[in-house]
């Protein structure tokens, strides 16, 4: 059953640091593009990084721009996403997803809260 599945969320206070997981299983997460997604309380989801497939371009929001970094284990089939320097504003749940054509795949979320 093609599953993601994100950890590494927490609760850390200003300016720390966390490491998301998305970890696949029975797809390879290098034939697909890989996106973390944030949804706050009372805000829609939007698109936080992306990791493309084959050549592994990567792209950012705006708003963690030298902050945040994805990066992709083939090995380990699970991708990453390094925050540094959080912000209270960071706080919200985390999803991975992974789209090739017309297949996209959610996770379950994982919650990251930044507060002092």
């Known amino acids: 059953q093609l599953q993601l599945v994100e950890s590494g969320g927490g609760l850390v206070q200003p300016g720390e640091s966390l490491r998301l997981s998305c970890i696949a299983s029975?797809?390879?997460?290098?034939?697909?593009?890989i996106s973390w997604f944030r949804q706050a309380p009372g805000k829609e989801r939007e698109v936080v990084s992306c990791?493309?497939?084959?050549?592994?371009?990567?792209n950012y929001a705006d708003s963690v721009k030298g902050r945040f970094t994805i990066s992709r284990d083939n090995a380990k089939n699970t991708v990453y996403l390094q925050m540094n320097s959080l912000k209270p504003e960071d706080t919200a749940v985390y999803y991975c997803?992974?789209?090739?054509?017309?297949?996209?795949?959610w996770g379950q979320g994982t919650q990251v809260t930044v507060s002092s």
């Open positions: 990791i493309t497939s084959a050549g592994g371009s990567t």
């Open positions: 997803n992974a789209k090739r054509g017309a297949r996209a795949y």
């Open positions: 029975d797809f390879t997460v290098a034939w697909y593009i």
